[in-house]
């Protein structure tokens, strides 16, 4: 129920995010996709021990909510939600992996190592991928993804889905209220009506589903999926690009705070 | 009044293995009249729509619109004529942003941006919700659903409008905004509902069916008061037709 | 499970993207050709309910606990497997995009993990082998519960061989592979079990919306070894293709040349050293730059060469003043920007 419930809420929210009107929000889905995708692949590409060279990454997501203008609080909350996940393998690394390294003074597992740069990996690809979305909205999104060729009816079946999963999480919610209130102190559905509970559901989206198709095609719908015209990439969304693949280029080839922490023990000595 | 608009010729229709639904319906609307038709449950209401939409094909007997019987070669033209409201706008709202849902009809008929960009801002403004034009539809309530809906078939501008229990899950005072809606539109209407007192604000003339027939057809206000015959369909004399509950003084119609 | 951005290389995720990418034309292409647009629809909604009811808590008897729904069985069974494919691959998208659920780098492995076996080969192999003579709801029973088990145990290996691909964890592959198939056996059935229920139910009472998918041309198996070959051409070609790309750049491949070689990464290392050998001859003033050694750069780069091998300490140990530098210079341009927009909101 509360997984419902948070679920419902969080896409609501992104769904309000997307339509803000932030500098962010104005660059082009397009660029703003494959900026995410650069970014996504320069992260996951750094090495496994490599912990330094990750955190200039960090002023990209710093910079989107800045200026995108996004609650920090409910986005990281869903990374919450995500991360155990990812730590219940990284855990692992520092069991398997217990050769020390010697870090200034200080012997350290270099499995703690490498959980630490899986751990800020899981950081910085999950936020990226939730601020394309609060920053684009799902509208947008299906706009580049017309632009990159994606076929029209896999673009409109995601419409879709995203649409219809408000109004099913709805109907799952009333469901299941019903059935705990004849059933107190269950710990879910019980095992005799699996069956027909999802079943009645899988019936009814059925027939909405027939429903939903013969509204479609009272309004000329044959099968194609027609979008609006796509927005042009301007000059502007282009340099927004530009700027962050050098940024993002420069950060993979040198590992900067290395280079400051050199330069910066240097002036001590 | 004008010309024949819809010509309902004979209509016969049986589900695959079922009872039969529709039982020899013939009726004419002619154009700029507003028709209500009522019915219990089960009456037939939903599949005579149906039927005049092209979603199903009689057994026999034809529907014609403008002289012209709908068949699968004409149907999409036909439809451009027909906007039909379905009783449940979660069903006709599709799209992730009312804007989209607006402009869905009209894309799909070919026309270019800028004009299907005018004809959605038209839409919205004639069922007055153009400020919800980027919201998302589970962003609305019921009323501003009702009207976004009412909109996606406007959009398309159709000579008929046809609509399946639009008052229904409605609260008081946007059904209210709905009949005043309604009784803007130049339009020829077909109105399907429980809700008599709906009727009797939008429609003229009423048919009433039972058991895939038609058991009436005529002045709304006659039909509904007419106690005898509401009772036999499983309807009721509107509340707003009945005598005072508290004393009893007859209404003046 | 859904595989993680953070645990996969960009080899394996951009192998997988172009593998998954390749199943999901040819489905695409399937559903354009064979079945009636009424389907397109029909998959977005069921999409929605498979998301939903993704959360509905099943308890599982003699347990005290209860486990979920994953989907990829059902849809196969209810809308064929070129349309369950797509619904699982938008409902995949929308899970990764808005819920961190996955990534879209790794996109490409959970779709060919809870879609392709599901509906590629458990539900035409399996499946329909158990129901090819007619159903009756014991086959139901037996098919579903077969297929879910062999579905999700061959996912689940391959969520194994692309994290060990990966390189991302030190788990060796015995030990990955012994913690996640038996969960995902426990999981198969509990899968397995919701999923006949369903379908049982179904058949009873909708009988016709089983047998609208059954009727649906059921896949010749040449197509299917077809697009298998194909399959494993392409992954060859795209991943071979992807290994020879970052070769150059040390990535991925990492992996596999540390554990042989017992040496990687040094080419990063040592253009690093190149720089700030640069820098230093350039800015005399900064004598050394390392904690242990002094003297020549190239003397260096021999040493720091030699210790490469346990591990890449040079970029570890000297980045954590830095690291802090950064992490206190992106707070502080963070605090900037913030400055910067309230006064220009209070001058609006």
């Known amino acids: 129920m509360s997984t419902l419930k948070n679920s419902l809420y969080h896409l609501r929210l992104l769904d309000d995010l997307g339509k803000h009107n932030s500098f962010i929000h104005k660059v082009h889905p397009l660029i703003k996709l494959i900026t995410t995708v650069f970014y996504l692949a320069v992260v996951i590409s750094f090495e496994r021990y490599d912990v330094s060279g990750l955190l200039p990454l ?167 999926y027609i979008n609006g015209y796509n927005s042009k990439i301007t000059f502007k969304d282009f340099l927004y690009l530009m700027m962050w693949c050098f940024f993002f280029t420069i950060v993979r080839i040198y590992n900067i705070p290395l280079i400051i922490d050199r330069i910066f023990t240097g002036v001590i000595n | 009044m004008g010309n024949n608009k819809l010509i309902i010729k004979k209509l016969h229709f049986t589900y695959p293995g079922e009872h039969i639904a529709i039982k020899d319906i013939s009726f004419v609307i002619s154009e700029g009249e507003s028709v209500g038709i009522i019915g219990a449950n089960g009456a037939g209401k939903s599949t005579l729509l149906m039927l005049i939409m092209g979603i199903l094909f009689p057994n026999t007997g034809e529907v014609l619109v403008d002289n012209r019987s709908i068949n699968k070669k004409n149907l999409s033209k036909i439809r451009q004529q027909l906007g039909m409201v379905f009783q449940n706008p979660d069903d006709q709202l599709f799209m992730t942003s009312v804007y989209e849902d607006v402009a869905f009809g009209p894309r799909n008929y070919g026309l270019d941006e800028v004009e299907v960009e005018n004809r959605v801002e038209k839409a919205l403004a004639m069922v007055g919700i153009s400020h919800l034009k980027d919201r998302s539809p589970f962003k609305l309530s019921g009323g501003e659903k009702r009207s976004a809906a009412i909109a996606s078939v406007l959009s398309m501008e159709p000579e008929v409008l046809i609509m399946d229990e639009p008052t229904s899950a409605l609260d008081p005072k946007s059904r209210r905004k709905l009949i005043q809606l309604l009784n803007r539109f130049k339009h020829t209407k077909i109105i399907t509902s429980h809700d008599l007192d709906m009727v009797l604000d939008t429609c003229k003339r009423t048919i009433v069916i039972k058991g895939g027939r038609i058991v009436a057809d005529g002045n709304t206000k006659e039909i509904l008061t007419n106690d005898e015959l509401l009772d036999n369909c499983g309807l009721e004399v509107p509340l707003s037709l009945q005598n005072c509950p508290v004393c009893g003084t007859k209404k003046e119609i | 499970m859904h595989m993680a951005d953070a645990l996969i290389s960009p080899i394996v995720g951009g192998t ?333």
């Not at chain 1, 398997?96 to 990996?121: A, C, H, M, Q």
């Not at chain 3, 990764?96 to 659920?101: K, Q, T």
């Not at chain 3, 242990?292 to 003043?321: A, C, F, H, L, R």
Request: hydrophobic fraction near 45%; aromatic fraction near 10%.
């Open chain 1, 58 to 224: 960090i002023f990209y997501p710093m910079f989107i909510f800045l200026l995108g203008e996004l609650p920090i609080t409910p986005i990281l909350k869903r990374l919450l939600i995500v991360a155990p996940l990812i730590i219940g393998i990284g855990i692992m690394n520092p069991l398997f992996d217990n050769s020390k390294v010697l870090i200034g003074n200080i012997y350290i597992s270099r499995g703690w190592i490498t959980f630490l740069s899986i751990l800020i990996k899981c950081g910085l690809t999950v936020t990226a991928s939730i601020l394309l979305v609060a920053t684009t909205g799902i509208n947008r999104i299906a706009e580049a993804l017309r632009m990159l060729k994606v076929p029209k009816i896999f673009v409109l079946q995601l419409l879709l889905t995203y649409r219809y999963f408000s109004v099913l999480i709805e109907e799952v919610s009333i469901m299941i209220r019903a059935y705990s209130l004849r059933a107190p102190g269950q710990k879910g559905i019980h095992r005799s009506v699996w069956g027909s509970f999802t079943g009645i559901l899988i019936i009814r989206t059925f027939d909405r589903a027939q429903r939903v198709y013969q509204s479609m095609n009272l309004r000329g719908f044959r099968g194609e």
């Open chain 3, 16 to 348: 997988m993207l172009a593998t998954s990418g390749g199943i999901t034309a040819y489905s695409i292409k399937k559903v354009q050709n064979v079945i009636d647009e009424k389907k397109i629809p029909l998959m977005g909604v069921m999409g929605a309910f498979v998301f939903a009811a993704q959360m509905i808590n099943f308890s599982i008897p003699g347990t005290g606990s209860s486990g979920h729904l994953g989907g990829g069985m059902l849809l196969a069974i209810l809308l064929g497997p070129h349309a369950g494919f797509l619904t699982m691959a938008s409902i995949l998208l929308i899970q990764a995009l808005f819920f961190g659920d996955g990534g879209l780098l790794a996109y490409g492995c959970n779709v060919f993990n809870l879609g392709f076996y599901t509906c590629f080969l458990a539900y035409p192999y399996i499946y329909k082998w158990f129901t090819r003579k007619g159903i009756n709801s014991k086959k139901i029973f037996v098919a579903s519960l077969i297929s879910s088990v062999i579905g999700l145990q061959l996912g689940s290996l391959s969520v194994v061989i692309e994290t060990l691909l990966s390189g991302k964890t030190e788990l060796p592959f015995g030990t990955f592979f012994l913690l996640m198939q038996p969960i995902h056996l426990a999981i198969g059935i509990v899968e397995g079990l919701v999923t006949a229920a369903v379908v049982t139910f179904i058949w009873k009472y909708r009988p016709e919306i089983l047998e609208r998918t059954a009727k649906g041309k059921a896949l010749a198996s040449t197509t299917i070894s077809k697009v298998i070959i194909a399959l494993l051409v392409a992954v060859v070609i795209v991943g071979g293709f992807f290994s020879w790309f970052a070769s150059s750049s040390p990535d991925g491949l990492e992996w596999s040349m540390e554990k042989t070689a017992g040496t990687s990464e040094l080419e990063t290392s040592s253009e690093i050293h190149e720089i700030l050998a640069n820098v230093q001859s350039r800015t005399a003033f900064l004598p050394d730059y390392d904690f242990k050694t002094n003297g020549e750069n190239e003397e260096q780069d021999m040493k720091s060469e030699d210790k490469w091998p346990s591990v890449n300490s040079g970029t570890t140990t000297s980045g954590i003043v830095g690291g802090l530098l950064t992490i206190v210079l992106i707070g502080a341009t963070g605090y900037i920007i913030n400055l910067i927009k309230r006064r220009r909101r209070k001058i609006s």
